[in-house]
Structure formats: C-alpha cells, structure tokens
C-alpha cells in the first residue's frame, strides 16, 4: 500500500484524524452491576478519542478558539500544565497543526504519559514531584511571564473554552445517546470542565438531573487526572458549588476497580475511571430507578509503571 506523499493529501488526512474527536461509544457493564437492575449504570469510552482521552474536546476547542481569535499563529509555543491527558491531546494536535508544544509535568508523571508526548514530538518539562499539578502550574506562569511573546498559553485550569467543549459535545451525545433519560452525572474533577460542562447542558435539558462529581478521598491519594480540591489551587472555571454532591473515593479503590474492570468488563481504564465507576456504582446502589452516567477518561496503557495495579 503506497501512502500519498502530497502536502494538501497529507493535510487533509491530518485534518480528517481531528474529525473523529467526540462521538464516543456508550458502553454498559454486564459483570459489575446486575444487568436486571432498575438502575442503569452507563459509561462514556473516552479513550477512543485522538490522542486517547477525553482531554482531545477540550485541547482541541483551546486551540481552534485561539487560531480564530488570533492568540495563536505560526511561530507561537503551546504551553501547559498538565497532568498527562490534555499535554497529549495538545502534543497530537501541535504534530497535525504544525505548532512546537512544550508540556509542564510533575515529575511524578508516569513515564508512559512522558513518553507518549516525546513521540509526538512534545518537549516535557518536569515540575517538583511533591508539588503535584499545582507545581506545575506555578512553574507554567513564571515561563509565561518571564517570555510572554514565545508562548501561547492555553491554561486549561481557567479557559472558559474548556468546559464548553463539553457543553457542546459531551453534554448533547449524553442525552441523545440515553434519549433524555440520564438522571444522575457523575464524573472525576480535574480541571472542572468535564463535569461542568457536561452538567450545565444537561440541568438545562432536564433541571432534574443530578450532577455528582468525584475527587479523591485525601490530598495524600494520588488519583491522576483528579485533583483533592480542598487542599489544592482551585480552577477558575470550576465552581465547587456547581455539583449536587461530591464523593470522595481513594487511591486504593481507584485502581481496585479500574483492574476489575479490565478482567471483568474487557475495559482497560485508567484510575480516573476506577473511581468514576466506583462512584456511579455507590450513586446506583441508593437508587429504585434511574440513568447513571459516568466518564471513563482513558485507558489504562500510560499507568503500566505505577504502584497499585
């Protein structure tokens, strides 16, 4: 098989791959909740996104907004904190788009994540590994402030664009692929936009529905992806207010249930969605009828190297 080696043919393949981010499957358990419950227990395959994980909505809204409103043009170097997810899906987007992309990680990162983003050609930076993402953040501002016209900045802690990617996407796909009977929303906080965003349009669609976000039990458990939002900088585009609820879900539980999801369910999730099933499933239990719906954010490959699997 020859592959066509025209630039406007190869740009257009390129451009094509960015097509397929959205549209996730919905998938449901058949092992770890009953399949005769009155309680339907759903979840989102996010993983089968470009760059694997929810995060390629949001990376992808940032900078199409950006290259529209002319905060980013050729020459410019995306940079972010990043706990893994979003760096990727800005590390494959930079590769299509032709930007130079620079990623701030804790060093912490699993070495899969930082791998992942060198072979998309993404320089990794490495931040304090006991600071966490807000490490990462910090040493993020100070490279911004200190060379304001290298770098376009993203910062998908406080762009608004991040949770109305999934206003527009995750939230619409939610209620068609439920036909309108989804009841309860759960997802993991990170930066807040999956959870907003995906929760604002639905309570607009039905003001019933039962927004429940879910965070690590203490600041000492390392879930990646989710932040203890008590003990840590608090995004601006996440209102703690916003959830019905909030639970509060371990490190140990997160991977417990993310490895019986692999050899129960086939699905091979990351931690984040270990603990997003864990706490549907808790929603589920104290229910008589009802949709849940949970987010798996990624699959389990760029988490091989750390303790708990």
Known sequence: MSVSTDPKTRAF???????YVGHTRMLVPQKVWPKNSPVRVLAKAEWTNPSGSVKARPALEMILRAERNGDLHPGKVIIDATSGNTGLAYAAIGAIRGYEVNLVMPASASNERKSQARVYGASVIESPPDEGIDGAIRLVHHMV?????????????SNP?????????????????????????????????TLVGTGRRLRELNPHVRII?????????????????????????????????????????????????????GWFVGPSGGA??????????????????????????????????
């Open 13 to 19: 393949v390129a451009q094509e791959i960015l097509s």
């Open 145 to 157: 402030a200190s060379s304001p016209q290298r770098y376009f900045h993203p910062d998908q802690y």
């Open 161 to 193: 664009a991040n949770w109305l990617a999934h206003y527009h996407t995750t939230g619409p796909e939610i209620w068609e692929q439920t036909s309108g009977a989804v009841t309860h929303f759960v997802a993991g906080v990170g930066t807040g936009g």
């Open 213 to 265: 976000a879910v965070q690590p039990a203490t600041h000492h458990d390392r879930i990646p992806g989710l932040k203890h939002i008590p003990t840590s900088i608090v995004p601006p585009i996440y209102d703690p207010e916003f959830p019905d609820e909030v639970i509060p879900v371990t490190e140990e539980e997160s991977f417990r249930m993310a490895l019986l999801l692999a050899r129960e369910e």
């Open 276 to 309: 997003a099933v864990s706490a549907a499933i808790q929603v589920a239990r104290r229910l008589d009828a009802g949709v849940v719906v949970t987010i798996l954010p990624d699959d389990g490959s760029k988490y091989l190297s750390m303790v708990g699997w």
